[in-house]
Each structure stands twice: as structure tokens, then as C-alpha cells.
């Protein structure tokens, strides 16, 4: 038996628990892989509280991120004792995911743990910080730049908004840190924003055009936090957006987009492209810092992770949760 979080549905009843499951339980899959390190991610919660339909069949192991070495394989690309990360494919929503000391998985959606990055930081950055910066690359394909003017981020305190901040500040950008929590001013500035913002100041609605602020931005928030971002970006400006934690809804104008020609991108991590994401861990080994990835993150043990889900969910958990499944 190995040690996992099982979600489950019956009669109506939604549960989430740790417990023993049987190895001979385990999905297909052409490689198993012993989980060092997993993650709590914004999914994760919703699929944990069952707060949103994220998990699509039941029983369900969670964790849509996790990093370990592989125990067996019958993938070519993959060997016994090889350092493997897994960001997404559906994983912890529709095949079982990383909450648990094994995971079975096809081959094709394991990455090489990405030097110089140990099992644990890997999931420190997790499947957060990974989109943190596919967001900066979509930022950069635009032809945004340091020198295009400064940049914001919503959900700063968040794990995508953390490493956002710590990524950007170190390429050079002068990076506003949206959040609606005052007294993480200090440690948003630690990671290198410059100017802190009120998400209140964002969250109500807007108009179609607002003061033109910014060069790019990352929104992890949708709703009027969005549609404000995209009224307050400078000409020919670009908008990233990754995440719903305000809401599914844009309720905005067209106005940005046909009078000051801004861009809006969006950005998906789970299905992204091999080459996308082994260029956004390479990224992420020269662009973040690993002394400010040690302050954004904390560990935490599986049997803490149900507790932790809702407090996720209320906006209370303060940047990246690595979760310490190895037994
Ligand atoms: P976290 O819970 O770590 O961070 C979300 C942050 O959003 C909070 O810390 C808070 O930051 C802010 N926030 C909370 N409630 C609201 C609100 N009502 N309005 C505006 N901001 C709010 O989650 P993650 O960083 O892991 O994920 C952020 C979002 O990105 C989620 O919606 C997630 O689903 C999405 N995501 C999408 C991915 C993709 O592939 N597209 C991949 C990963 C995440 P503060 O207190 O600083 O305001």
C-alpha cells in the first residue's frame, strides 16, 4: 500500500482524505514514477473542495503537478532512477495525479527534472510558477521588454503572481504587485516590485479606457480585474491572463483593443507544448532567483493538504505550497 489523497463521490457525498491504496489500483501508464514532492495549486483546491467540477472521474488521486524518480518504465525516454516533473496533461482532474507516493503516467508527459533545480525546488515552482513564466514568454513575444514600460501583476501573493514578480523583477522590469492583502507589501517588494497596488483600486467595475499605466501584464484574476488591467494598458500594450481567482467573467469593452491596439493572450499550461514548456523550465533555471523561490515557498506534509485546500481557496495561503509526499 502507498499513502495518497483519494477523492471520492458517492450518493451525493464529496470526500477527500489521505489513505492507503492498493499499487494494483494504479491507471495505466507506461512509466511509475515514486513522488518525492507534489504541490497545492489553485486546481488542486477547487478539486480537493470540490468547489469546482475539476475532477472528472471518481475515485480520483489530486495534484495536477508532481516531481519524483522513476521506479519503472517501459517509455524509451525514460529510465529507472531518472529525475522526472509532471506539470498538468490532466493529471489530479481525469488521470491520477501527484497527491500520492506513486503515480502511473504516460512517459510523453514527463519532463527531466531541469537543472539545477532539486526535486523539491522543481515543485516549489510548480505548475504556478511554470505558467508564471509561459506568462513572461508571451509577454516577450509581443516584444515586450524592460524598456517598454513598467509592468503589472495581479494575484501577486499568489504562487503564479509570486514567481511572476520574482521572475520579472530580475529580467530588469519595473513590476506594480497587484494584491489584496496590505501587509504582504513587504514581502512583494522583497521579491522585487517596486510599486504595490490595491486590488480594490481593480476590482470594481471600470471604465472602457482608464490612465495608461502599463506595458504588459499578468492576470491570474479575470473578472472586472481583468477587463481593468486591459483599460489601463499603454498603447499597443500586453495582457497575459492565466487565471480566474475574481471570476470566470470579463466584463470589459472592446475599447483597448481597437483604440490602443493592446493584446490579449491567453495562456494555458496544461496542454502547452513539449518545447514551450522545456524552454519555460530552462527559463526558469536562469531567470528566478533561488534565494527568493526559498522565501516564497513552504512545506507541508499530505495529511496537512485538506485542511489547506479552502484556506487556498479564500485567498489566505501566501505564495507556493510544496507538499512533502515522500514517506
Ligand atoms: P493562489 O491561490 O496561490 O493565488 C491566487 C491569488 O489571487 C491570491 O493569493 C490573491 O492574491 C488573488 N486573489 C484571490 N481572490 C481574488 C479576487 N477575488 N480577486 C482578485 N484577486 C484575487 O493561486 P495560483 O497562483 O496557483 O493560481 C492563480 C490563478 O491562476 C488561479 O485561478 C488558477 O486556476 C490559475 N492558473 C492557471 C493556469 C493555467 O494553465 N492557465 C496554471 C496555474 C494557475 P493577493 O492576496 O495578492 O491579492
Same mark, same amino acid.
Given at each position: 500500500?502507498?499513502?495518497?489523497?483519494?477523492?471520492?463521490?458517492?450518493?451525493?457525498?464529496?470526500?477527500?482524505?489521505?489513505?492507503?491504496?492498493?499499487?494494483?489500483?494504479?491507471?495505466?501508464?507506461?512509466?511509475?514514477?515514486?513522488?518525492?514532492?507534489?504541490?497545492?495549486?489553485?486546481?488542486?483546491?477547487? @478539486?480537493?473542495?470540490?468547489?469546482?467540477?475539476?475532477?472528472?472521474?471518481?475515485?480520483?488521486?489530486?495534484?495536477?503537478?508532481?516531481?519524483?524518480?522513476?521506479?519503472?518504465?517501459?517509455?524509451?525516454?525514460?529510465?529507472?532512477?531518472?529525475?522526472?516533473?509532471?506539470?498538468?496533461?490532466g493529471v489530479g482532474e481525469k488521470h491520477w495525479?501527484?497527491?500520492?507516493?506513486?503515480?502511473?503516467?504516460?512517459?510523453?508527459?514527463?519532463?527531466?527534472?531541469?537543472?539545477?533545480?532539486?526535486?523539491?525546488?522543481?515543485?516549489?515552482?510548480?505548475? @504556478?510558477?511554470?505558467?508564471?513564466?509561459?506568462?513572461?514568454?508571451?509577454?516577450?513575444?509581443?516584444?515586450?521588454?524592460?524598456?517598454?514600460?513598467?509592468?503589472?501583476?495581479?494575484? @501577486?501573493?499568489?504562487?503564479?503572481?509570486?514567481?511572476?514578480?520574482?521572475?520579472?523583477?530580475?529580467?530588469?522590469?519595473?513590476?506594480?504587485?497587484?494584491?489584496?492583502?496590505?501587509?504582504?507589501?513587504?514581502?512583494?517588494?522583497?521579491?522585487?516590485?517596486?510599486?504595490?497596488?490595491?486590488?480594490?483600486?481593480?476590482?470594481?467595475?471600470?471604465?472602457?479606457?482608464?490612465?495608461?499605466?502599463?506595458?504588459?501584464?499578468?492576470?491570474?484574476?479575470?473578472?472586472?480585474?481583468?477587463?481593468?488591467?486591459?483599460?489601463?494598458?499603454?498603447?499597443?500594450?500586453?495582457?497575459?491572463?492565466?487565471?480566474?481567482?475574481?471570476?470566470?467573467?470579463?466584463?470589459?469593452?472592446?475599447?483597448?483593443?481597437?483604440?490602443?491596439?493592446?493584446?490579449?493572450?491567453?495562456?494555458?499550461?496544461?496542454?502547452?507544448?513539449?518545447?514551450?514548456?522545456?524552454?519555460?523550465?530552462?527559463?526558469?533555471?536562469?531567470?528566478?532567483?533561488?534565494?527568493?523561490?526559498?522565501?516564497?515557498?513552504?512545506?507541508?506534509?499530505?495529511?496537512?493538504?485538506?485542511?489547506?485546500?479552502?484556506?487556498?481557496?479564500?485567498?489566505?495561503?501566501?505564495?507556493?505550497?510544496?507538499?512533502?509526499?515522500?514517506?
Open positions: 500500500m502507498f499513502q495518497g489523497i483519494w477523492i471520492d463521490k458517492q450518493d451525493g457525498r464529496y470526500t477527500a482524505d489521505l489513505r492507503g491504496i492498493n499499487p494494483e489500483q494504479l491507471p495505466e501508464g507506461d512509466v511509475t514514477v515514486r513522488v518525492a514532492y507534489s504541490t497545492l495549486n489553485y486546481k488542486d483546491a477547487l @478539486a480537493i473542495t470540490g468547489a469546482s467540477p475539476v475532477v472528472r472521474q471518481f475515485p480520483m488521486v489530486p495534484g495536477i503537478d508532481f516531481a519524483g524518480v522513476v521506479e519503472t518504465s517501459s517509455h524509451p525516454a525514460c529510465k529507472p532512477g531518472d529525475s522526472v516533473v509532471l506539470n498538468g496533461w495525479g501527484g497527491l500520492a507516493e506513486r503515480a502511473r503516467v504516460n512517459g510523453d508527459w514527463l519532463v527531466p527534472l531541469q537543472a539545477p533545480f532539486s526535486l523539491k525546488q522543481a515543485m516549489g515552482i510548480g505548475t @504556478a510558477g511554470y505558467t508564471a513564466m509561459l506568462c513572461v514568454m508571451a509577454l516577450e513575444r509581443r516584444g515586450v521588454t524592460p524598456a517598454s514600460g513598467p509592468v503589472v501583476v495581479t494575484g @501577486a501573493a499568489g504562487g503564479v503572481g509570486s514567481v511572476a514578480v520574482a521572475v520579472l523583477a530580475k529580467l530588469g522590469y519595473e513590476v506594480s504587485a497587484v494584491t489584496g492583502r496590505a501587509e504582504q507589501a513587504d514581502y512583494l517588494k522583497g521579491l522585487g516590485a517596486q510599486h504595490i497596488v490595491e486590488r480594490a483600486s481593480l476590482s470594481a467595475p471600470g471604465k472602457p479606457l482608464a490612465r495608461e499605466q502599463w506595458a504588459g501584464a499578468i492576470d491570474v484574476a479575470g473578472g472586472h480585474v481583468l477587463a481593468n488591467v486591459c483599460a489601463a494598458m499603454r498603447y499597443r500594450g500586453t495582457v497575459a491572463a492565466c487565471g480566474l481567482a475574481s471570476g470566470m467573467d470579463f466584463p470589459a469593452t472592446v475599447a483597448p483593443f481597437i483604440l490602443r491596439g493592446v493584446t490579449l493572450v491567453g495562456v494555458d499550461s496544461v496542454m502547452a507544448p513539449r518545447a514551450e514548456r522545456l524552454e519555460a523550465w530552462r527559463r526558469l533555471a536562469s531567470d528566478l532567483d533561488l534565494s527568493k523561490l526559498d522565501v516564497v515557498t513552504q512545506e507541508v506534509a499530505l495529511a496537512d493538504v485538506p485542511a489547506l485546500a479552502p484556506e487556498m481557496l479564500a485567498g489566505k495561503v501566501r505564495g507556493r505550497v510544496i507538499v512533502a509526499v515522500r514517506a
